[in-house]
C-alpha cells in the first residue's frame, strides 16, 4: 500500500523559509517520481514540483522556480522540499504526490494518484 505522510508545515513570516517532508512507503522509492503540489481555499490544485527518482530530474513550476528546492534522499525514502522567500500567497495546504516514472510522463502533478494527507503553510505578511 502506498503511503505518503507530510510534515513541517507551520505560520512564518513573509521571507521565511521551512523545509517540507515528504516519507514514503509501499513502493520502490528510488523508481519512481514524487512531487509536491498545493491548494489554497477557493482555489485549484497547483503543482509545484517533482523528482524522477529514476534519473534525478526536477521539475519546478514558474510560481516557485529560484525559491524552492526539492530534494531526495533514497536512504530514507524521504522526499524534501525546501521553501525558501515565502510570500503570503504561498499559504496553502501542501500535499506529497507519487506516481511511477512512466505515468508521470503521461500525466500532470496533479493527476499523479497518490497522496498525503497535507501539511499547512501559512504565510504571515
Known amino acids: 500500500e502506498v503511503q505518503l505522510v507530510e510534515s513541517g508545515g507551520g505560520l512564518v513570516q513573509a521571507g521565511g523559509s521551512l523545509r517540507l517532508s515528504c516519507a514514503a512507503s509501499?513502493?520502490?522509492?528510488?523508481?519512481?517520481?514524487i512531487g509536491w503540489l498545493r491548494q489554497a481555499p477557493g482555489k485549484e490544485r497547483e503543482g509545484l514540483s517533482y523528482?524522477?527518482?529514476?534519473?534525478?530530474?526536477?521539475y519546478y513550476a514558474d510560481s516557485v522556480k529560484g525559491r524552492f528546492t526539492i530534494s531526495s534522499d533514497n536512504a530514507k525514502n524521504t522526499v524534501y522540499l525546501q521553501l525558501t522567500r515565502l510570500k503570503p500567497e504561498d499559504t496553502a495546504v501542501y500535499y506529497c504526490?507519487?506516481?511511477?516514472?512512466?505515468?508521470?510522463?503521461?500525466?500532470?502533478?496533479?493527476?499523479?494518484?497518490?497522496y498525503g494527507q497535507g501539511t499547512q503553510v501559512t504565510v504571515s505578511s
Open positions: 504526490t507519487a506516481t511511477w516514472p512512466e505515468r508521470s510522463k503521461e500525466l500532470p502533478l496533479t493527476e499523479y494518484g497518490y
Open positions: 509501499g513502493f520502490t522509492f528510488d523508481d519512481w517520481t
Open positions: 523528482i524522477n527518482n529514476r534519473d534525478g530530474s526536477t
